[in-house]
């Protein structure tokens, strides 16, 4: 059975860090992109960052970009979104993805064939 798990999520102070980890079991997806996409409270899903299978290539969003970081362990199967200079509208559920069907580039949620559970990022202005 193939499991992402997040952890890292919880309240910061805006201008505040933190640093989400998304740890694969079942299968391994060290030759696959994996990405990160959020999802606020009354709003659809959104594409954050997105990382090669090698770590090579990252692409993020505008909202994101020069603030967040994605990056991967493939020896341990496990990739990472480390989030600095915080904002409130970071406020939302942080899903990890893996596997994309279409590319690398793909934002689509849609497109992703293996998703986590989600874990809460709350941002305090």
């Known amino acids: 059975q193939v499991q992402l798990v997040e952890s890292g999520g919880g309240l910061v102070q805006a201008g505040g860090s933190l640093r989400l980890s998304c740890a694969a079991s079942?299968?391994?997806?060290?030759?696959?992109?994996m990405g990160w996409f959020r999802q606020a409270p009354g709003k659809e899903r959104i594409f954050v960052a997105t990382?090669?299978?090698?770590?090579?290539?990252?692409y993020y969003s505008d909202s994101v970009k020069g603030r967040f970081t994605i990056s991967r362990d493939n020896a341990k199967n496990t990739v990472y979104l480390q989030m600095n200079s915080l904002k409130p509208e970071d406020t939302a559920v942080y899903y990890c993805?893996?596997?994309?069907?279409?590319?690398?580039?793909?934002?689509?949620?849609?497109?992703?064939?293996?998703w986590g559970q989600g874990t809460q990022v709350t941002v305090s202005s």
């Open positions: 990382i090669s299978w090698n770590g090579g290539r990252t």
């Open positions: 993805a893996a596997d994309p069907t279409t590319s690398f580039y793909s934002t689509l949620p849609s497109t992703y064939r293996y």
């Open positions: 079942g299968r391994t997806f060290s030759s696959k992109p």
